[in-house]
Structure formats: structure tokens, C-alpha cells
């Protein structure tokens, strides 16, 4: 069955940097993109981005463009999602999810999510 | 970018009742809308794509409809694990904006 298996909470500083895995399994990963969506405490859903891991094209929110990077490793089946330069409107929870792997697309499994706090 | 917005915010419901939830987009995004339900500390799960078709395994009292700009989700009697929020999601361009989200409380 299709999974995907993000890594644990994290507490940073402001002005630091996060990267959260998620580690795909139960289909083949490079058929398909993952995008990170946020959701900051009780508050709706947050588009932050998208990568194939087909071909490794990015697409990124324009809010965040600048401070975030997202990548795929194809020999594990993971893919990382990096935001630098902190700030405390970052805390969330970060999700991944299953995408299509050529451009827009609904989302069809998700990740369990990783909080982020960010606090001095 | 393309904004959606939905509404209600909040909906008061019966079991039994049947609920709409509507979602409308800034510009035309043909049928790339999806829906969404979420609880309490989970994460998202997909009800419908492309605007009127059912995930596999969803309950058959789920329900989308529309195209272009105005898009609603029906769930035609609401039951006890309904009651979470409802997000919309376009994917007809590259910002794949969500609504801001529809909780469903108990009347």
C-alpha cells in the first residue's frame, strides 16, 4: 500500500533552517511528483511547492521563493523539503503529499506531517 | 494567482441532513478542482478530482458538481464521521491554491 513517512518534529531558532524527509514506498516513486503543503495552528491549508521525481522540475509558492528548497533522492525513494531563514510564522505542520509528475495536481496520499516550532 | 473561496466558514448540521459546501475560483479553472476532508490532528484526506470524481473508497454520499468558477460539495446525509473540515483545491495552474476551509459542526 502506498505510504508516505515523514521524519520527526523539530524546534528551531529564528533564522536557522529545517529539512523534512518523507520517505515514499508501495508505488513507484518516480511516476509521480510530492508537494508540501503547511498548516499553521488552527488555520487552513498552505500550497508551499512541488517536485517531480520524474525529471526533477521544482515549482514553488511565490511567498516562499527564495527561502525554500525541495529535492528527491530516486535510490531511497525520499524526497526533503528545506525552508531557511526561519521565522516564528513558519511553526506548522508540514505535509507531504503524493502529486502528479508533469505539473498541477490533486493529492491522493499524504504524509502523517512534522511539526516545525520555531521560538527563540 | 487564483484565489478560491468557499463557504460557508462554519456549517451547524444534523445527522441525517444533507450539506452543501461551496467553492468558488477567482478565474476559470475548468474542472481541475479537488475536495478534501479533514479531522482533528490528521491530514488531509481526498474526497474528489476533477470536480465530480469519487475517490476510490469514498463513501457514495459524497458528492461534487460545477466547472468554470462555482464548484459544490454535497454530502447528501451527513453521518457521525462527517463532521471535520472541508477544504477545495484547483490544480489548473501552477499555484494549486486551497480554500480557506469549511468545518462542519454539530448542530
Known amino acids: 500500500q502506498v505510504q508516505l513517512v515523514q521524519s520527526g518534529a523539530e524546534v528551531k531558532k529564528p533564522g536557522a533552517s529545517v529539512k523534512v524527509s518523507c520517505k515514499a514506498s508501495g508505488y513507484t516513486f518516480t511516476s509521480y511528483g510530492i508537494s508540501w503543503v503547511r498548516q499553521a495552528p488552527g488555520q487552513g491549508l498552505e500550497w508551499m511547492g512541488w517536485?517531480?521525481?520524474?525529471?526533477?522540475?521544482?515549482n514553488y509558492a511565490q511567498k516562499l521563493q527564495g527561502r525554500v528548497t525541495m529535492t528527491t533522492d530516486t535510490s531511497t525513494s525520499t524526497a526533503y523539503m528545506e525552508l531557511r531563514s526561519l521565522r516564528s510564522d513558519d511553526t506548522a505542520v508540514y505535509y507531504c503529499?503524493?502529486?502528479?509528475?508533469?505539473?498541477?495536481?490533486?493529492?491522493?496520499?499524504w504524509g502523517q506531517g512534522t511539526l516545525v516550532t520555531v521560538s527563540s | 494567482d487564483i484565489q478560491m473561496t468557499q463557504s460557508p466558514s462554519t456549517l451547524s448540521a444534523s445527522v441525517g441532513d444533507r450539506v452543501t459546501i461551496t467553492c468558488r475560483a477567482s478565474q476559470s479553472i475548468s474542472s481541475w478542482l479537488a475536495w478534501y476532508q479533514q479531522k482533528p490532528g490528521k491530514a488531509p484526506k481526498l474526497l474528489i478530482y476533477k470536480a465530480s470524481s469519487l475517490e476510490s473508497g469514498v463513501p457514495s454520499r459524497f458528492s461534487g458538481s460545477g466547472s468554470g468558477t462555482e464548484f459544490t460539495l454535497t454530502i447528501s446525509s451527513l453521518q457521525p464521521d462527517d463532521f471535520a473540515t472541508y477544504y477545495c483545491?484547483?490544480?489548473?495552474?501552477?499555484?494549486?491554491?486551497f480554500g480557506q476551509g469549511t468545518k462542519v459542526e454539530i448542530k
Open positions: 503529499a503524493r502529486a502528479g509528475p508533469l505539473g498541477p495536481s490533486y493529492f491522493d496520499y
Open positions: 483545491q484547483q490544480y489548473n495552474s501552477y499555484s494549486r491554491a
Open positions: 517536485i517531480s521525481a520524474y525529471n526533477g522540475n521544482t
